[in-house]
């Protein structure tokens, strides 16, 4: 089936260790997107890639880093850099970078915790 | 910069009520409003919206955008339980493709 995978679905760290939270994606999807979900936040956006080996920071970049190597895998890596990284992580994908006759679809989500 | 404010951001209700959340934007070249459905885990896609005036509907849910006065609304009639949870209000505009979400209503109907 086609879809969004993003593993682990539960991380939990310890402080001033960094974590990578994986993507994948088989829709053939040109754009790929992290999304951060805090209570009472929405969500925001930390970085997109509209195409492979290219990414721009979103609005809440700092702490986070990304890679876009292939198109179907877009891994986010939480440093310790980022002072709150506790929260909900969403990865998402669409056809094409303009979004103007498409939607977005979303992976299941990452729990990480710090500890 | 783009900013969509959804209103209220909680909303308790009882089975059978009908409800109505709103999205205000504001946005410098709108492409579309997107509503989201989220109970637990990922987002579900509800409606996407482009022209003013047409409604969107799919079962209980309809809804509706209005370009001149910058705002969407989300309807559901015959509440049930099965309709708690957050429903997110997102933008594609402004020449960026990325889409700008608000902060979601969370919706909870209770038996």
């Known amino acids: 089936d086609g879809g969004i995978t993003q593993s682990p679905k539960y991380l939990f760290r310890k402080e001033g260790q960094n974590v990578t939270l994986s993507c994948e994606q088989n829709?053939?999807?040109?754009?790929m997107y992290w999304y951060r979900q805090d209570p009472g936040q929405g969500l925001r956006l930390i970085y997109y890639?509209?195409?492979?080996?290219?990414?721009q920071k979103g609005d809440i970049a700092e702490g986070y880093s990304v890679s876009r190597e292939k198109k179907e895998s877009f891994p986010l890596t939480v440093t310790s850099a980022q002072k709150n990284p506790t929260a909900f992580y969403l990865c998402?994908?669409?056809?094409?970078?303009?979004?103007?006759?498409?939607?977005?679809?979303f992976g299941e989500g990452s729990w990480l915790t710090v500890v | 910069e783009d900013k969509v404010v959804q209103s209220p951001l909680s909303l308790v209700v009882h089975e059978g009520d009908t409800v109505t959340l709103n999205c205000s934007y504001e946005?410098?070249?709108?492409?579309?409003l997107l509503w989201y459905k989220q109970e637990k885990k990922a987002p579900t896609f509800l409606f996407m919206l482009?022209?003013?005036?047409i409604e969107k509907k799919s079962g209980r849910l309809s809804s509706i955008l209005d370009k001149k006065e910058l705002f969407s609304i989300l309807n559901i009639t015959a509440t049930q339980t099965g309709d708690s949870a957050i429903y997110l209000c997102?933008?594609?505009?402004?020449?960026?493709?990325?889409?700008?979400f608000g902060k979601g209503t969370k919706l909870t109907v209770n038996p």
């Open positions: 998402a994908s669409s056809k094409d970078r303009a979004l103007s006759g498409n939607t977005i679809y």
């Open positions: 829709l053939n999807h040109d754009a």
């Open positions: 890639s509209q195409i492979v080996n290219d990414f």
């Open positions: 946005v410098t070249n709108f492409r579309s």
């Open positions: 482009t022209s003013s005036g």
């Open positions: 997102a933008l594609s505009g402004g020449g960026s493709e990325k889409l700008v």
